[in-house]
């Protein structure tokens, strides 16, 4: 079954620093989502890569998909408290599921 | 245009009842597809509807049972209630599934609590 492997689990960082999010998948991705989740609530689509070596940006956030497609990570540039919540990638399996990391939870301090 | 709409928002049930949880897609999605959050994970993937057929099952029991309508909106039943079946339920639709350029978009969740 698909397996994808979020890190780190958690994160701190100070307002206006940059940080990346990284999500390793056990077989080739076809497909790469990244959602973010604030507590409680429902999943907000982020990007979506399909191409290996296929990058994405919206706002200060860039996401990548490596050659291999088995890699992607997410950047933030310059976090804000509003970037705080927590992050998910998830991926299509050959079986019609839907498999999600286990997401990484992100706090900026102002 | 309306989202992804989840009905009820909250729930509190006792152990070994039964439970509906409701779901209407975005217009135009024929895809439903449900997950369960527990606190700290990531969702896990229970259901998934595609034109009212099952088209993926995830790994829970058979207590777990769902269906899609004509109109794409879809039910998840879950009987005998443990304990451990606490949680965020989450929805999503998408216009097709599988491999396809079709982001899940999610509704709110129905959080259930059994005591």
């Known amino acids: 079954s698909q397996e994808l492997e979020?890190?780190?689990q958690s994160l701190i960082v100070q307002e206006g620093k940059n940080l990346t999010i990284n999500c390793t998948s056990s077989k080739t991705l076809y497909g790469l989502y990244w959602y973010k989740q604030k507590y409680g609530e429902g999943l907000i689509?982020?990007?979506?890569?399909?191409?290996g070596g296929e990058e994405k940006s919206h706002e200060k956030i860039t996401a990548k998909l490596d050659e291999k497609k088995q890699q992607s990570s997410l950047h933030i540039t310059a976090s804000q408290p509003s970037h705080a919540g927590i992050y998910l990638c998830g991926a299509d399996d050959n079986f019609n599921k839907f498999?999600?990391?286990?997401?990484?939870?992100?706090?900026v301090k102002p | 245009d309306a989202g992804?709409?989840?009905?009820?928002?909250?729930?509190?049930?006792?152990?070994?009842?039964?439970?509906?949880?409701?779901c209407s897609p975005i217009s135009g999605?024929?895809?439903?597809?449900?997950?369960?959050?527990?606190l700290g994970q990531g969702p896990q993937f229970i259901f998934?509807?595609?034109e009212k057929e099952?088209?993926?099952?995830?790994?829970?029991?058979?207590?777990f049972s769902a269906?899609?309508?004509?109109?794409?909106?879809?039910?998840?039943?879950v009987n005998a209630l443990l304990l451990g079946d606490s949680a965020l339920y989450l929805c999503a639709s998408r216009a097709a599934p599988g491999r396809v350029n079709s982001p899940l978009h999610f509704g709110n969740g129905t959080r259930l609590t059994v005591t």
């Not at chain 2, 999605?29 to 527990?38: D, G, I, L, R």
């Not at chain 2, 099952?54 to 207590?63: H, I, L, M, S, T």
Request: overall charge positive.
């Open chain 2, 29 to 38: 999605h024929k895809s439903v597809s449900w997950y369960q959050q527990v």
């Open chain 2, 67 to 77: 269906r899609q309508f004509p109109n794409y909106s879809s039910e998840l039943n």
């Open chain 2, 4 to 22: 992804v709409t989840q009905s009820p928002t909250h729930l509190i049930k006792t152990r070994g009842q039964q439970v509906t949880l409701r």
């Open chain 1, 6 to 8: 979020q890190s780190p």
């Open chain 2, 48 to 50: 998934q509807y595609y």
């Open chain 1, 99 to 107: 498999y999600f990391g286990s997401g990484t939870k992100l706090n």
């Open chain 1, 45 to 51: 689509f982020l990007m979506m890569l399909q191409k």
């Open chain 2, 54 to 63: 099952e088209r993926g099952r995830g790994n829970f029991p058979d207590r």
